[in-house]
């Protein structure tokens, strides 16, 4: 969900909506009402965040990996 912001306030308080929004928040920058830009996480940031999501499931799978469970039965039973 993105928040209307007007861009005087978004100037002075742009170290904090910049954490926000490194934290996934979404802004929209309004000038007497009306949007003119919009201020969200950037892509590049998003890829890195699945990245090491899958390097840490990684991680865990092979520290502590599942056992005495057959995945082909569970997608089959997934399908039936």
């Given at each position: 969900m993105?928040?209307?912001?007007g861009s005087?306030?978004?100037?002075t308080k742009?170290?904090?909506l910049?954490?926000?929004v490194?934290?996934?928040r979404?802004?929209t920058?309004?000038?007497?009402?009306e949007?003119i830009?919009?201020?969200?996480p950037s892509?590049?940031?998003r890829?890195?965040?699945?990245?090491?999501a899958?390097?840490?499931?990684?991680?865990?799978?092979?520290?502590?990996?599942?056992?005495?469970v057959?995945?082909k039965a569970?997608?089959a039973?997934g399908?039936?």
């Open positions: 993105k928040i209307e912001i005087y306030e978004a100037k742009l170290p904090e910049l954490r926000q490194k934290n996934g979404s802004f920058i309004t000038n007497r009402g949007a830009a919009d201020l969200v892509s590049g940031s890829s890195k965040d699945k990245n090491a899958a390097e840490k499931l990684k991680t865990f799978m092979g520290a502590d990996p599942v056992r005495g057959d995945i569970l997608i039973e399908r039936a």
